[in-house]
């Protein structure tokens, strides 16, 4: 049975701009909001919007991805025809390969797109955080009777250099397409979010298969516009973020516990769905204080959380205060410590009377353009002993103990990270 539309949701990317975040997990993979991952957004996306044949292609650091996602239970994607389909790089007759780029991976699964024999294919990024409902931008599409639609909004000058930039003209069709212009001539972005009539693309693809690095910004597009294929604009309106920076992802959950938040969680009409464990309720204990802050199942809170994201499973020792963080799921955090603007994988452990983040901020010295704004970032299952003290725009993973901070202290800017022997 032939499908309309499938969806290819490209989730291999490596995120090295999260830091030790990513170290040992594909960005889709992070947490988000508390009980959430990165992916479920664009996942839940879909099975709202009626579209219910994804494959993800996953490549980096796959494991806790491809076990989140499972046979696609949460989002109710288990189907025997269609659904979701984990598609890794595989080996061939003549050796494996990687996916060596956006398009590239697309190229790769030409025959898993052919199974389903679809019109359209909707090409999607999962390391956004946004709702969009794409059975619009299909309508958009047929009505334009288009060969390429490309989701669009409008940036910020100061940040256009930053994407793909689209100049289109008064009904909407795209007359150039520039890939990250050092000066840009519009503000329309590209949101990294394709419709493609799928005979034209499967045509580019075969065209352009030995092109190294082959992308849909830098190559097939721009093939596309100069074979003078009708390309179109879809605008997108609503809430949509790139969460590709420590800074950004710590943003983008900061605004989630706003009063009026821009981008709302709860809404019935429009569920984020995703694969979480059946926890017990939250236990917040008798001299426990919560302010304005999300509270996943699960957590035990005895000390003070304000204006912070927790996961499911977190522990908060008596006398802890917690201000302005994200603290992923399973982390145990001792008695009597001080938490500020920190970023806290998965699992991480850290002893009593410890201070984070309370310090006067420095420029990281390993990597200044990944461990800025002032945030502490802590990659998972790190262990942090009791006493000691890490400062702002400073990175920790891995098993610390006492004797690697020097005066009980990694100081604003530090970094210690651990490789781990197996």
């Not at 999607?124 to 989701?151: C, P």
């Not at 005979?199 to 596309?224: M, Q, R, T």
């Not at 694969?275 to 000390?303: F, H, K």
Request: charged residues 25%; negative net charge.
């Amino acid at each position: 049975m032939r499908k309309e539309i499938i969806a290819m949701l490209l989730a291999g990317g490596q995120g090295s701009r999260l830091g030790v975040l990513t170290r040992n997990s594909a960005k889709p993979a992070v947490s988000f909001g508390g009980k959430y991952k990165i992916i479920d957004f664009p996942l839940s996306n879909c099975i709202n919007s009626g579209i219910d044949t994804v494959g993800v292609l996953t490549q980096y650091q796959p494991l806790s991805l491809n076990s989140h996602i499972g046979i696609g239970i949460a989002w109710d994607l288990d189907k025997n025809y269609g659904g979701v389909r984990i598609l890794p790089p595989y080996e061939k007759e003549e050796g494996s390969e990687w996916y060596t780029g956006t398009a590239n991976a697309i190229y790769q699964n030409i025959a898993y797109i052919d199974t389903y024999d679809p019109e359209y294919v909707l090409i999607l990024s999962g390391d956004h955080i946004y709702k969009m409902d794409y059975g619009h931008m299909l309508q958009f599409h047929k009505e334009k009777n288009a060969d390429l639609t490309i989701a669009s909004m409008s940036v910020d000058w100061e940040e256009a250099h930053r994407f793909g930039i689209l100049i289109t003209q008064e009904d909407d069709r795209i007359v150039e397409f520039e890939e990250k212009p050092e000066k840009p001539r519009s503000n329309v972005a590209s949101m990294g979010i394709y419709i493609f009539k799928w005979s034209l693309l499967k045509e580019a693809l075969l065209k352009l298969k030995d092109i190294i690095n082959l992308d849909f910004g830098k190559h097939v597009i721009p093939y596309l516009h100069d074979h003078h294929a009708r390309i179109y604009a879809y605008q997108f309106h609503g809430y949509w973020k790139d969460v590709g920076t420590l800074d950004s992802y710590w943003h983008a959950n900061m605004e989630l516990i706003e009063l009026l938040p821009e981008f709302n969680l709860y809404q019935e009409f429009w569920k984020i769905y995703t694969n979480s464990d059946i926890l017990e309720p939250q236990y917040i204990a008798a001299g426990a204080e919560i302010e304005r802050s999300i509270i996943s199942e699960g957590c035990d809170i005895y000390g003070s959380v304000k204006s912070s994201v927790l996961g499911t499973h977190v522990k908060v020792g008596a006398n802890t205060v917690i201000r302005d963080s994200i603290i992923m799921k399973d982390c145990e955090i001792g008695e009597n410590c001080v938490i500020e603007k920190a970023v806290i994988a998965d699992g991480t452990k850290i002893g009593n009377n410890v201070q984070i983040g309370n310090m006067p901020e420095a420029e990281n010295t390993l990597l200044p353009k990944i461990y800025t704004g002032g945030i502490a970032t802590i990659g998972e299952h790190t262990v942090i002993p009791e006493g000691v003290r890490i400062g702002k725009n400073t990175a920790v993973m891995g098993t610390t103990t006492y004797d690697d901070y020097v005066n009980e202290e990694l100081p604003s800017g530090g970094a210690l990270i651990k490789e781990e022997v197996l």
